[in-house]
C-alpha cells in the first residue's frame, strides 16, 4: 500500500521504538514522488527524524511475516491496508547506507498507528545494504 498522501499522517507508535522510549508521536512525510524514501520525525524532539525506506524495490523478494499481535495492535485487519519500512542507517555516509530488515517499521495510515516489528525466526540482516533489484 501506498503512504503518501497530499497530508502529513501523524502516527503513534503502539509501543515505543528500540531506543527511543520517551518518543510515540511522529509525523511520516514522504521524500520522493515514488514513495521509497520517508522522514519519520518526532512531533516532541523536532531534531529526532528518522529516514526510512520502502525495502521491495531494493529486495523484491523481501516477505517479513508480521505477528497477529503486532497487526492487531495497530489496527490493521487487511494486509494490503498496511505497509513495512524499513530504518535506513546513514552512519557511515549515504553512500554506504544500510536498511534494517530484521525489525521493519509496520504502519496502519488508516487509523494513524504503527509498530516496529522484530521478524524472530527469520533470516533478515539489521544493515541490509541497499541494491538495486535485479
Known sequence: MSIASDTTPKIEFVTPLAGLTDHKSFELDALDDDGVFYSLKSTTDPDLRLVLADPMPFYPDYTPVIDGG???????T??????????????????KATMNLLAPIVVNPKAHRAAQAVLY????????PFKPAS
Open 70 to 76: 503486532t497487526a492487531e495492535a495497530i489496527e490493521l
Open 78 to 95: 487487511n494486509e494490503d491496508d498496511g505497509a513495512v519500512l524499513a530504518v535506513v542507517n546513514m552512519t557511515m555516509g549515504a553512500d
Open 121 to 128: 525466526g527469520e533470516d533478515h540482516p539489521l544493515d541490509a
